[in-house]
Structures are given as structure tokens and as C-alpha cells.
């Protein structure tokens, strides 16, 4: 079987597919030059940065799957693909632990101030009163979305005896009741939650599902997380969010576009703690991103 990444994958997952497949990496080609490369691949792997649109998959008439190397699909065209019977695959289970721990470490750096404290410290400022901060234990906690990551994200925080909000249509109720969560409605999550993690799908239901009308109800000085899609929030109302200091601080892994630099929220910065999508940047995770797409290639053949 012909098959190409078009996104950097793991030096271990490009041997093993060369083994079981005619691999062909193509992750360094310019994006506007791949449709005149796919026409002979029969599958494409792909991460988050190639965009599976409708013109690039009508460029590789022979594609039988597209596999995605991570969790969101919202990079590919589900619909055109399922049109015509393209299988759409993903590894959904080797990310989350990875952005796990990072939406806790965001938490962990929001209440203790660490950019701030780093930033000063090199600078040779010695801000000991200043930077006083929080603790994580027994604050409480909204997570909004309670799948794979969310679950994960829950078990850290019963080690901080956090109260847990979950707030998710489809959770599983045995495992909400296993880090000692509750299941609310979005409202009393966003009126009790004194941190709020964000772990849901970019679907049509969940773009802008917090607008100026949900930050209003959140707590003044509320800390927000989002390791999930920017477009969840509704931008022009997080700017407004920050500006006033209903969110005294959000620490953001994705945004409305590729990178912040044309965002509003860029006039927040001293309120921010930005990392460029590195929720599922572990060697680890890496690996067993790895692992899983050779074992779907294997399926495939
Ligand atoms: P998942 O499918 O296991 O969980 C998502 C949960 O969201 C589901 O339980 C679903 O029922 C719930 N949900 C859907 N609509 C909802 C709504 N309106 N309100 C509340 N809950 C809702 O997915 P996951 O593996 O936990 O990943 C979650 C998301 O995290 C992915 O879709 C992806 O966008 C993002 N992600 C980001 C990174 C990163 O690098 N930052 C890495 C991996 C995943």
C-alpha cells in the first residue's frame, strides 16, 4: 500500500511503517504544493497542520483513509470523505494524558504566578510580596467535556481535593463518580467554578458555547484553561472577559487561528499564559501516536 504523512511523525512510526507499507514522507513539502504530490497515495497521515480540505483529498484519487495522528478531526473533511467512502481514523487514546498534565500545569502556574516569577527573577526584580498566589487544593474545578482527557484531568484533581464539576451531555456517570465529581448544568458550572477546563470536540454545538452571556455568569477573577479548540470560546468575548477582570487569568494551547499574533488577546498579555499546541508534545505521547497509527495501518491493508 502507497502511503505518505504530510505532517512530522516519529523517526520509530516512519520504520516501522517503511516494514509493512510503501512509506513516502512528505512532511517537509510546502502545503501548497502537496496536490500535485497525492494522486498514487492510497492512505495520508496527518496531524493537526495539513488540511484535509475537499481539494486537497480530490487530489489523491486513490485514498482509502486519511489517518489522523491525534485526537481532533476538525482538520479533516469528514463529510467529503465520507462521501466517497474514505475511511477517516484516529488515535484517540494516546493524547490524553499528555494534555492532561499540561492543563494542570497551567492551572498550577495561573495560581502560582511561575511566568511572572521567571520572567522577574531573570530580570533581576525580586518580587517575593507581589507574587503571592493560590493554592489548587480544594478549589473548584468546572471541567467542561468529560472524555478521555477530561476523565484524566479529573483524576490529577482529586489529588489536589478539588471539588469537580463536569459538565458533558454523555459522560460516564461510574467514572464521574470516581474522582468524586458532580454533573451540572453549564450554568452552575460557570457560577461555582473557580477554574475552568475545557476538553471538548470543535463541533457545531460546542463553537462559541462560551460567549459574553456565560462569561457574565462566571465567578469575578474566574481562571480559564483551554487545551481543547480556540474557537470554543468566543474570542471578542474573552478580550472583553480579560479587559474588565471577570477572567483575572486564561492559560490558552489553541486559538481562533493557527498562532494568537493577530488575536485581541495579544493587548492581555501580562493576564495570559500562551503555549504554541503542545497539549500532546511529549516524547511519549509521540510514541504512542506512533504505535497506534501503525497498528491502523496494519488494518487497513
Ligand atoms: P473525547 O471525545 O474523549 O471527549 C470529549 C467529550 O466532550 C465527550 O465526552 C463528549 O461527550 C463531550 N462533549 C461534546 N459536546 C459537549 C458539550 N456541548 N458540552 C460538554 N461536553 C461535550 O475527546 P478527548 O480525547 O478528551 O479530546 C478532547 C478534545 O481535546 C479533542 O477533540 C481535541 O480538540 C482536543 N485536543 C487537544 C490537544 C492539544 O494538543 N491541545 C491534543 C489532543 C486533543
Known amino acids: 500500500m502507497k502511503i505518505t504523512a504530510t505532517d512530522p511523525i516519529s523517526d520509530t512510526c516512519k520504520a516501522e511503517l517503511q516494514k509493512i507499507c510503501d512509506f513516502t514522507d512528505l512532511s517537509e513539502v510546502p502545503k501548497e504544493e502537496l496536490p500535485t504530490k497525492l494522486s498514487d497515495f492510497e492512505a495520508i497521515i ?179 484553561v483551554n487545551t481543547s479548540r480556540g474557537p470554543v470560546i468566543d474570542e471578542k468575548a474573552l478580550c472583553s472577559a480579560l479587559k474588565s477582570n471577570k477572567v483575572a487569568m486564561a492559560a490558552l494551547d489553541v486559538y481562533w487561528d493557527r498562532t494568537p499574533e493577530k488575536s485581541c488577546i495579544m493587548e492581555h498579555k501580562d493576564k495570559l499564559i500562551l503555549t504554541p499546541h503542545i497539549g500532546s508534545a511529549t516524547y511519549e505521547s509521540q510514541d504512542r501516536i506512533g504505535e497506534e497509527i501503525v497498528e491502523l495501518v496494519k488494518k487497513l491493508k
Not at 492532561?100 to 520572567?119: K, Q, T, W, Y
Request: charged share 25%; glycine share 8%; hydrophobic share 40%.
Open 46 to 224: 496527518v496531524r493537526s497542520k495539513t488540511k484535509a480540505t475537499k481539494e486537497l483529498i480530490d487530489s489523491a484519487p486513490n485514498l482509502k483513509a486519511i489517518i489522523r495522528g491525534g485526537v481532533g478531526i476538525d482538520n479533516i473533511d469528514s463529510e467529503h470523505c465520507k462521501s466517497k467512502n474514505i475511511k477517516v481514523l484516529n488515535t484517540p487514546e494516546a493524547p490524553s494524558l499528555a494534555v492532561a498534565e499540561l492543563a494542570v500545569s497551567l492551572m498550577l502556574s495561573m495560581l502560582r504566578n511561575v511566568p511572572r516569577g521567571d520572567a522577574t527573577t531573570k530580570d533581576n526584580q525580586w518580587l517575593k510580596k507581589e507574587l503571592k498566589g493560590r493554592e489548587l487544593s480544594g478549589k473548584t474545578v468546572g471541567v467542561v467535556g468529560f472524555g478521555r482527557i477530561g476523565y484524566e484531568v479529573g483524576k490529577f484533581l482529586t489529588a489536589f481535593n478539588c471539588n469537580i464539576l463536569v459538565v458533558d451531555p454523555f459522560a460516564n456517570e461510574r467514572l464521574i463518580q470516581a474522582i468524586n465529581g458532580k454533573k451540572v448544568e453549564l450554568n452552575e458550572l460557570l457560577q461555582k467554578s473557580d477554574i475552568i477546563t475545557f476538553h471538548v470536540p470543535l463541533l457545531d454545538s460546542t463553537r462559541g458555547m462560551i460567549g459574553a452571556d456565560q462569561f457574565s455568569k462566571m465567578k469575578n477573577g474566574v481562571l480559564l
